[in-house]
Structure formats: C-alpha cells, structure tokens
C-alpha cells in the first residue's frame, strides 16, 4: 500500500539525509546558454553538502545515474511524506481498486462473454499500464506519465467500443474514438497528443525548469511541483472511470465477484480530487 511506501520513503530519506549526495539538478542549456553545465557547485541542498558528482564518481554515466534515483526519490519523498495527505489516501484507494478488479478476474472464465478474448486483454492491459503510470507520476517523471495517459484514453475508447460491439472484428487496426470517454477526460485528449508527440516546446515544463545567467533551462531529472498532482489527479480520473466499467461488465456477465466496498472506494476517490491539487497563488 502507499501509505506504507510513504513511511518507508520518508523514514529512508531523513535517516540518510546527511550521508546520501543530493544535486540540484544538472541543466541542458537553451541555445543562449551554451553547453551543459552543472549546477551543483558545492551548494547545499536538505542540509547536505552537494559535491560535482563527476568529481565524486569516476564513472560519469554513474553519476548521472545515481543522480537521477535520488531526485525521483526526493519526488516520493515529498508526495508522499504526510501519511495522511489527500494523495496518499487517493494513491491507496486507486491502487487498491486496479488491483482488488485483477485479482477478482483472475481466473474467471470469459468463454461466454462477447468478445471476451479482446475485453480480457484490454482489461489487463489497462491495470498493468496504470500502475507503470502512477509509479512515474510518484517519481515526477511527467512526460512519460502523459504519453501513458494518452494511451490510457485511447485503450479506455476501445474498452466502451468493444463492450458496445457485436463484432469486435470490424475495430481491428481501426484507431480508438476517444468520443466514446465518459469522463470529460476526453477533453484533454488533443492536449496529451501534443505532449506525446513533442509538438510544441512549452510541454517541456513538465521535466521542470529553471533560469539562471540570463537563460532558461530545463532540468535533466525528475522535479515535483504542482504538476505531479494534476497528473496524479488526471491519473485518477481515468481510473475512477475504469473502475465502473468493471463493476458494471462484471455485475452483467456474472464471472466474479468483486469488492462490496469498489463503489465507496470510487466516490471516496472522487471526493477527494476536488481538494487534490492546490489553488495557484
């Protein structure tokens, strides 16, 4: 569960806070700036004293290795240091959910269900991606979080198509109509396309930026801000609507039985998002 991922995260984090070499992050330089340089100049940062990490390690590729585990652990670390927060309880439930409706299927037979083999393997391949997902927005990986969200649209389509369909055969090689979204997720879909598709610069602040010697930057790892929780919050959106459909096809076909509490679960969850992410200032 996260909330016991959060306690281990941020028990790890204060324990090892002297010891473990935090960097701010190294920076690629716009075309004004230059070449890339490092931005960790004997500063501090947590309290610790920040070393080049090239001079700290022989092997530069280790470096930038160790560099980047630490920032997205610092992005866990920050998500999820309050055990009680609204995302943490939003983590728990979501993650309990996917799981509680694979676990139920596990097993079940879906010889009788209409395009039973199709359903099956979008079915799974939704609770399998959402957990890669979440695991990035958790890191504040964003870019990737986002491609996997458009993937998650189009999946979540093709789930209401084939439920809808007498002959599945006739979607085959035909794209996803993201229409067919109940949520109003649907609306973003153009937005996570761009972002897929690297279209535009501006979705480039979801790797994290800064500016400095009168350049901008962007960050070479991972940075939490207000977008990890957007993304988190859109995360769970798309989940909440999953998480219907499964109670619904599954209640329908009758091949297992799943969680009395899933519909408590899901509006708990959807209570919640509304206080999710904090107004800007």
Known sequence: MRIELSREYGAAFVACEAQLTFCKPLFLASAAGGNVRN?????????ALVPNPIE?????????????????????????ADSDSVQVEVLALLEDMLA????????????????????????????????????????SELIEASTLLRKQLELMARIH?????KDAATLHKVTPNVRHVQSNMRGLYGLYSEVAHSSHPDHFELMGSGEGNNAAFTSLYPKYSRNTLIALQHHALLGLEFALWAEGFVKANKIADLDPKLLGMVGRVGMLLESLVPEMD
């Open 39 to 47: 931005a960790c100049h004997g500063g501090k940062f947590e309290g």
């Open 100 to 139: 509680g409706i694979g676990l139920a299927l596990s097993g079940s037979q879906w010889g009788a269900v209409s395009n039973g083999r199709y359903l099956c393997g979008l079915l799974v391949s939704f609770i399998r991606t959402q957990f890669i997902a979440l695991d990035l927005v958790v890191s």
């Open 56 to 80: 700290l390690f022989d092997d530069p590729h280790f470096a930038y290795r160790r560099q980047r585990e630490e920032w997205r652990r610092l992005s866990a670390a920050t998500l999820l």
């Open 161 to 165: 198509e084939v439920s809808l369909s």
